[in-house]
């Protein structure tokens, strides 16, 4: 069976569990970082090292594959489809421009009538004034951020310091009244054809995922509602690979996106063990059209994401047959680095 080589933006966790991934299934990889140490290249067939705006590094790299998928979203606009004119990118450019900017992809969402939190645009202090009826509110950079950087919490209008650097742009978000969070990973090979995780229950410290388990303790009304959602975001953006929806539930039961991994997504680290097919396999699959295999939970789990020097613990640590360590092999420890993870099954 035609198995192509497979060009990876990015050798963070994501890359290398994506390489790994493909390893297993018979597909090359290349992975291209802007990080000389980046740990895919302990997991990659071959590794590219250069900067993403180097047209000769970005022609060697487009030279030695056959396709291109991306493992974070932040990647511009302009690079992504200027590889696609030579080499198909996966998912397509313009849905990773839509839902790199929290404001389009707010948009996008609303229009297709999926409930977000409420939100607005901010350019400058004034605006911010403007909008008190979004306070308490998280004030977010529209590009760019993760893992809660780039985001001022606003809990007061009197709280407003004049540390807020108005050369970005915002979106201000109505803080929710946060019972618990969810995601949903899904993975579209192509029109209405899906396979799908059952959603994931997630627990966030200092805005960074924590803990994940399946099943997620949900009402079968926020199951269904949060599976078909993401069903139709898959659908409406013609995605082709794994993406991950995250959501909010509130305190009064209502259901609200947050937004839209275009990627496989950390909280679905636990399908590794949990399923017979992983979030990264199926990602691999549908962009390199391989065979939709229907993907089928084995064990209930729970990963805890390994943060900063905890994973000096996890190194020396004994496990038992139903606990899996991933070490993501990063160079350096550092404070609120992702740097490990360690899923339970529960045989
Ligand atoms: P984000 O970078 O938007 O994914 O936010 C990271 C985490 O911050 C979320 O998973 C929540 O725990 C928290 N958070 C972000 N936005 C909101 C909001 N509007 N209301 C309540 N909590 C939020």
Partial sequence: MYRPTLGIIGGGQLGSLLADAAKKIGIKTVILSDDINAPGKNFSSSFIYGNYDDQVIIDEFINSVDLVTYEFENIPFSILKKIDEKKTVLPKPEVNNLIQNRLTEKDFLNKINIQTTKYTSINNIDELK?????????????????????QYKINKFEDLNNNINFNKKYILEKLVNLKKEISVVITRFGHQKFEMYEP???????????????????????????????TLIAEELDYIGTLCVEFFIDKNDNLYVNEIAPRVHNSGHLTINSHNISQFENHIRAVCGLEKI????????KMINIIGDEISFYRKKIYKNNEFFFDYLKKDIKNKRKMGHLTIINK
């Fill in 294 to 301: 229907q993907t089928k939970k084995m064990f209930n789990a």
């Fill in 130 to 150: 403007e909008n008190k009826n979004l306070i308490p509110g998280l004030l977010k950079t529209t590009t760019l951020g993760y893992d809660g950087k780039g």
């Fill in 200 to 230: 994931i229950e997630n627990v966030h410290e200092d805005q960074i995922l924590k803990h994940s388990k399946v099943p997620a303790e949900i009402s079968e009304k926020i199951r269904e509602k949060a599976v078909n959602w993401s």
